[in-house]
């Protein structure tokens, strides 16, 4: 267990790095952070911030060597950067990275604990492409196998003649098929170094463009009826990589059951309601787990909850929200205001 007044090191400067750093402060403990320099919004409420590249050994063992435990608040810190963090001193362990960081090994991983993942196929040339789209059909969606969030490198693809069309990257993709679904949800957990599992109940959650809009409780009887299913799926993931901290799993609600869409080893967007709407949030969870100390209670707090992220230049105007009733804003004092950049979320509350 991590004593009072010790020091937790987060790998990344985003809004989740900065809102795992306001729960730490809850709980007694310090906070820095260590990502190259940019909008690093974590600085705000940091006791440090290391701006140095992700491969500079010499920054990440100073780094290090403040830190009484690690963790990283985005899955696309390297799993080099990772590794390099004291082994037993870093929650998830990093193979919790490799894992989620390339999409062809989730879907694969998830298939040998018997999840269903959307149909899929290997892409390493056009030739590639043309024979998945005739194999699994069209409309799908190309992928680049490694990075790429809220909709970024992602292609949809609605027939062979676009197939043949688009240039590829150079770079792995994975051609996915089309899945037909009601509705999307997420199944978020938190496991303890002890392997004790609590989960959140799971919202509804709707995209635009690609970029989660709104998540919302009651999620709905279709969700509800799929929930438990999917849950067993996302313990046998904690379960099988040892996890330790807080862990999100995608499914498509479909008329077939749950389809495992992906996995994030992270805190995430969809359970931004915990901070107001459960009796304990994912941050303050994640950094219990980190920490070693006893899991909190993963109840609902309110009767009805809707999460809804500001994008871009309606954080402007985002304080309008708070004249309706039980409404919380978070502004995430980003400095730069752009197209499709998630800069704070509002969550409203009905007791």
Request: net charge negative.
């Amino acid at each position: 267990m991590l004593k009072r007044g010790g020091t937790i090191g987060i790998l990344g400067g985003g809004q989740l790095g900065r809102m795992m750093a306001l729960s730490a402060a809850e709980l007694g403990y310090r906070t820095i952070a260590f990502a190259p320099e940019g909008d690093n919004v974590v600085s705000q409420v940091c006791d440090d911030v290391f701006t140095n590249k992700w491969d500079d050994s010499a920054a990440l063992a100073a780094f290090a060597a403040r830190c009484d435990a690690v963790t990283w608040e985005f899955e696309n810190v390297p799993v080099a950067t990772a590794s390099a963090m004291p082994e037993g001193r870093i929650f998830p362990h990093p193979r919790a990275l490799e894992t989620a960081q390339d999409r062809l090994n989730e879907k694969r991983f998830v298939e040998g604990l018997g999840g269903r993942p959307a149909a899929y196929a290997r892409i390493d040339s056009p030739s590639d492409l043309e024979a998945a789209v005739d194999r699994l059909g069209a409309p799908g969606i190309l992928k680049t196998r490694r990075d790429g969030y809220d909709g970024k490198g992602q292609w949809r693809i609605g027939s062979l003649r676009d197939a043949q069309a688009l240039r590829l990257p150079d770079v792995p993709l994975i051609y996915e098929g089309f899945v037909e679904f009601d509705a999307e949800f997420s199944v978020i957990l938190v496991r303890g170094q002890d392997g004790e599992i609590r989960f959140w109940d799971s919202t509804r959650n709707a995209h635009e463009d690609g970029i989660l809009a709104t998540s919302s409780l009651p999620a709905g009887e279709l969700i509800e009826s799929q929930v438990g299913e999917a849950r067993e799926l996302a313990r046998q993931v904690a379960d099988a990589l040892r996890y330790v901290g807080v862990l999100t799993l995608e499914f498509f609600a479909t008329r077939e059951g749950p389809i495992f869409n992906e996995m994030a080893p992270r805190v995430h967007n969809s359970g931004h309601w915990s901070i107001e709407g459960a009796l304990t949030s994912q941050f303050e969870n994640h950094m219990r787990a980190v920490a070693g100390l006893p899991l909190g209670d993963t109840a609902t707090a309110a009767r009805a909850v809707t999460m809804t992220n500001i994008i871009g230049a309606a954080i402007k105007n985002a304080q309008e929200y708070l004249s309706q009733p039980d409404t919380h804003l978070h502004d995430y004092g980003k400095a730069e205001v752009r197209e499709g950049r998630k800069m704070g979320h509002v969550t409203k509350l009905e007791r």
